[in-house]
């Protein structure tokens, strides 16, 4: 779910950076989130090795890091509401706070039983969104836990889907266009009724009858310079760079295929081919793409 706000941070340098990292190590929930609202429908359970969303009429529910991340690879393993899950949207998220903030997405939109969950994604940089690119999955995706991850540098950002590319994001603020870079951001995650739009764009309502609606996830892992105390845990001086391939990875041969693939095969709605929303000219950044 989209947040509505945004502080800004004075910037970093980090040009020449490498990272020193806080790993978050994959499983311990208790550790690393907040549960935040859903008055108890949001769970950890198994020693924190799992936490579920759940959604009923009466509330949705959410969680948050603990941390907030400036850069970072971040992979989350999550299995959807499954069945009728039309009306409902599960959003799993990056963003920063006040009114020009940053904000990196993936969304779930539920559909009907048999019919495609749709992979909703968005990046927002200074308040600024309108960047939607939607997709198909390859594979149920409530049937099984698969690995969604977000990489963040200060060069792109990926989003990847089992280890396979499906988005990039580039830093293209040199022809002005903005990039998120400046503010740290925390990871969300909520379950919520969003029945106006999600499904068929508000024709197919939630089916109450089929509550709750639960959706788990486990083994979050985040390789990332943590923002604390208004600083950041990269250090210039770290020579642990051989574990630091996120902060300057870019898509080899084989993953700019992989996107291709996704893309040609998987993608159902692109804002850089949507001339009738954009009549005075498309974004810049899909111009130069």
Not at 110 to 131: A, E, F, M
Request: glycine share 8%.
């Amino acid at each position: 779910m989209a947040s509505f706000s945004a502080s800004s941070v004075p910037l970093m340098k980090f040009s020449f950076v490498v990272c020193f990292f806080l790993t978050a190590y994959a499983g311990n929930f208790y550790q690393d989130f907040d549960l935040t609202w859903g008055d108890g429908r949001a769970m950890i359970l198994n020693n924190g090795q799992l936490l579920t969303l759940s959604l009923d009429k009466a509330s949705g529910s959410g969680f948050q890091s603990k941390n907030e991340y400036l850069f970072g690879k971040i992979d989350m393993q999550l299995k959807l509401v499954p069945g009728n899950s039309a009306g409902t949207v599960t959003a799993y998220y990056l963003s920063s706070k006040g009114a020009t903030w940053d904000e990196i997405d993936f969304e779930f939109l539920g559909n009907l039983s048999g019919d495609p969950y749709i992979l909703h994604t968005n990046v927002y940089s200074q308040g600024k969104g309108n960047r939607e690119q939607q997709f198909y999955l390859w594979f149920d995706p409530t049937a099984d836990f698969h690995t969604y991850s977000i990489l963040w540098n200060p060069q792109r950002i990926i989003f990847s889907v089992d280890g396979t590319p499906i988005r990039e994001f580039k830093n293209l603020e040199s022809n002005g266009v903005p990039f998120p870079k400046n503010q740290p951001m925390r990871i969300y995650s909520s379950l919520w009724n969003a029945d106006d739009w999600a499904t068929r764009g508000g024709l197919v309502k939630t089916d109450w009858s089929k509550a709750p609606f639960t959706a788990s996830y486990k083994n979050f892992n985040a390789k990332a310079c943590v923002w604390s105390n208004g600083a950041s845990s990269c250090s210039s001086s770290s020579s642990s760079s051989k574990n630091n391939v996120w902060f300057s990875q870019e898509l080899d041969i084989t993953g700019q295929q992989r996107l291709k693939w996704v893309q040609k095969n998987y993608m159902i709605y692109n804002y850089c081919s949507d001339t009738k929303r954009f009549p005075q000219g498309l974004p810049l950044e899909c111009k130069m793409s």
